[in-house]
């Protein structure tokens, strides 16, 4: 009971620190930040496997994203540069880690949306796009959506690398980081798609050859997270659809997966049922 009293305690403490601007720690304070890291499944940078930094006003890649370059102080423009030979970047803006702001929580509830994949880059979004990377020849010439894309790093990026002929990015505003990229989509036509999950069912059938969720096939990176996976699967098989799951499906993803479980201290709590993405295929 005791362990139960204390988790909630540092969960309602993460609550406050995202919400109140933070004041000179103390000594508590620095005990408490380290039951934070211990309770927290969030990670700091996922699995690392593409290189980033934040863009700030002294940096001269800020002249590319001058049209939007007036922060919130609750935003943040990221460059990711892509390992490839090009090692082309992209600039997303998300939010800055550990900010919250209570405006969040009243669109939420105004009209009934799930705004998660807008609050942190997720670590399946970061494995899907590095998987993608070495996938070129998958999405060349070929109708591409990002479904639920979050910040859309994995849809940027296929437009970007891979020759798509069109991608199509969606969820609650991925515009303004299509618009800041559009120097690198060579001849993909890129749009948008505002995505809410409580909207009636879109209708893209025949449209689009490639799914990829962060109709000849559709590829989903994603935890098992108790059984919301199985449950998703078994609407899947209901609905006439043929699956494959992959559990090792890039070595430097497993090399990553086995550190982290191994107790490496930039993952704290880490769980393989929560945190480590399996690739699911989805066919027709």
């Known amino acids: 009971m005791e362990n139960s009293r204390k988790a909630s305690s540092l969960r309602w403490r993460i609550l ?30 996922g699995f690392s496997l593409i290189p980033f930094h934040l863009v700030d006003n002294g940096q001269p890649e800020l002249e590319q994203v001058k049209p939007t370059s007036l922060l919130k102080p609750r935003e943040a423009c990221v460059c990711y540069t ?28 105004t009209y009934d949306i799930d705004n998660t994949g807008l609050v942190c880059s997720w670590p399946s979004e970061e494995v899907l796009a590095y998987y993608c990377l070495s996938q ?6 070929k109708r591409v959506i990002e479904l639920g894309s979050g910040y859309g790093l ?18 609650g505003n991925p515009q303004r980081n299509i618009n800041v990229n559009s120097s690198v989509f060579g001849g993909t036509k890129v749009t948008s798609m505002m995505l809410h999950w409580n909207q009636e069912a879109l209708d893209i059938s025949n449209r689009f050859d490639i799914i990829v969720a962060s109709p000849s096939e559709a ?20 609905s ?4 494959t799951i992959d559990e090792v499906y890039d070595t430097e993803v497993w090399r990553r997966h086995e550190r982290f479980i191994n107790s490496d201290a930039s993952w704290p709590n880490y769980e393989k049922d929560h945190c480590y993405p399996l690739l699911v295929r989805i066919t027709l």
Request: aromatic residues 6%; glycine residues 4%.
């Open 82 to 109: 892509l390992p490839n030979h090009n090692a082309t970047p992209l600039f997303l803006y998300q939010r800055v880690d550990t900010c919250a702001n209570l405006d969040d929580f009243k669109i939420c509830n």
């Open 219 to 238: 590829i989903l990176f994603g935890p098992k997270r108790g059984k919301s996976l199985d449950e998703f699967l078994t609407e899947v098989k209901e």
């Open 240 to 243: 006439g659809l043929q699956f």
């Open 136 to 141: 070129l020849d998958l999405f060349r010439s």
């Open 154 to 171: 994995a849809g940027l990026l296929i437009a970007a690398v891979t020759e798509a002929s069109e991608v199509v990015i969606s969820d």
């Open 16 to 45: 406050r620190q995202a919400l109140i601007p933070s004041t000179p720690s103390t000594n508590s304070d620095e005990q408490s930040e380290t039951g934070i890291k211990s309770i927290s499944r969030k990670a700091n940078q």
